[in-house]
């Protein structure tokens, strides 16, 4: 029983850094492309597309709102990796999160 639970902590931590690494991974893709959206905007501002660049703007914003959404998940991860050895700890935790209950 107690092999099993630290089976689950570690392949938790395990999984739960791999996460993280991934999150950030796609939010350097993702500023590398808001850097070059944002470029893309000043220049259509200066040739007088303003058309363009409007819409050019609302795509930048939604690409900032999934940037915001990697800061919060990535934060939950770390928040959760940090958590794991007081969840370990617990007698008393759900059962859908439970090493020991049946597969």
């Known amino acids: 029983m107690k092999n099993r639970r630290?089976?689950?902590v570690l392949a938790t931590r395990r999984?739960?850094?791999l996460a993280i690494s991934r999150i950030k991974l796609l939010q350097n893709k993702r500023d590398l492309r808001l850097k070059?959206?944002?470029?893309e905007i000043a220049q259509f501002l200066q040739v007088g597309?303003?058309?363009?660049?409007?819409?050019?703007v609302e795509h930048l914003i939604l690409e900032l709102n999934i940037m915001a959404t990697y800061?919060?998940?990535?934060?939950?991860?770390k928040f959760?990796?940090?958590?794991?050895?007081?969840?370990?700890n617990q007698n008393d935790h759900p059962i859908d999160?439970?090493?020991?209950?049946?597969s």
């Open 6 to 8: 630290s089976f689950f």
């Open 15 to 17: 999984v739960l850094t």
């Open 36 to 39: 070059q959206m944002r470029k």
């Open 49 to 56: 597309q303003e058309a363009i660049a409007r819409i050019r």
């Open 71 to 77: 800061d919060i998940l990535e934060l939950f991860c």
């Open 80 to 88: 959760v990796h940090a958590r794991i050895p007081i969840i370990e």
């Open 97 to 102: 999160i439970s090493a020991d209950s049946p």
